[in-house]
């Protein structure tokens, strides 16, 4: 066990060492999976996570992502993800992981310290088709309505999503470049498109690379503006 730590000192280790080194010997093929650890908790703490009992040196403030390997006793292994209070150590959610190695997985914690949420699951990492790029949405918003998302204009075929629910993730939409790059138009959920609804109006422009996979968090700017929603953007891996 113990197996999350070991992986960062060894990155450390690797960059640090200088040339004259004796030149190591081969290393015994490790079983690794990869993760990515997202806060999106709306308080103004930061949050420690804890993998298979041991804390990630580094506090994660609102927004902000940490990526890593886990070294696996075997091809698959339950793996207990834990989020505490970053200023108390105080136990805020937990969630066990089924990882198979090589696999990719995320794990966002979001809600509030009264009523926090621990999202874990494993990633698809096929590519989209040429010309395009595969999106997908998590809902994140405490107390937002359901939400229709619309991609390279406002009539009813650029509806990419509807009624995405407060905690829902969405599966991967594979989206033209033009699309993308034209607008991401968030809105309260109804039958039809209203300039009254929107939420939030965003280009990603040059932000983006086509044939690439992103994650889009909806939720606010900072832990201390509730009001103020954008989408936050994450690449994601691919094969």
């Not at 039958?191 to 609804?197: A, I, S, W």
């Amino acid at each position: 066990m113990r197996h999350y730590s070991l992986f960062f000192i060894l990155i450390s280790m690797g960059v640090s060492s200088c040339n004259n080194d004796p030149e190591p010997g081969p290393s015994p093929e490790e079983d690794r999976a990869y993760v990515t650890l997202y806060n999106f908790l709306y308080e103004p703490f930061e949050v420690k996570w804890e993998v298979d009992e041991v804390e990630i040196q580094d506090n994660l403030s609102y927004g902000t992502i940490i990526t890593g390997g886990v070294l696996l006793d075997d091809d698959s292994e339950e793996i207990l993800f834990v989020v505490k209070n970053g200023s108390s150590g105080a136990y805020l959610e937990s969630q066990n992981l089924s990882m198979t190695k090589d696999k990719n997985y995320l794990a966002v914690v979001y809600g509030t310290a009264e009523n926090p949420v621990l999202l874990c699951q494993e990633l698809e990492t096929d590519p989209p088709t040429s010309g395009h790029i595969n999106f997908r949405f998590l809902h994140a918003t405490v107390g937002e309505d359901p939400v229709d998302i619309y991609m390279g204009g406002t009539s009813p075929e650029k509806q990419t999503l509807t009624g995405l629910s407060y905690g829902d993730i969405s599966e991967y939409d594979e989206i033209s470049e033009y699309d993308v790059r034209a607008s991401v138009i968030v809105t309260l959920h109804d039958t039809v498109y209203k300039e009254e609804n929107e939420l939030i109006s965003f280009e990603y422009n040059d932000l983006i690379q086509v044939s690439s996979n992103y994650l889009s968090v909806i939720a606010p700017s900072s832990n201390n503006e509730p009001n103020d929603l954008t989408l936050w953007l994450y690449p994601q891996p691919k094969e």
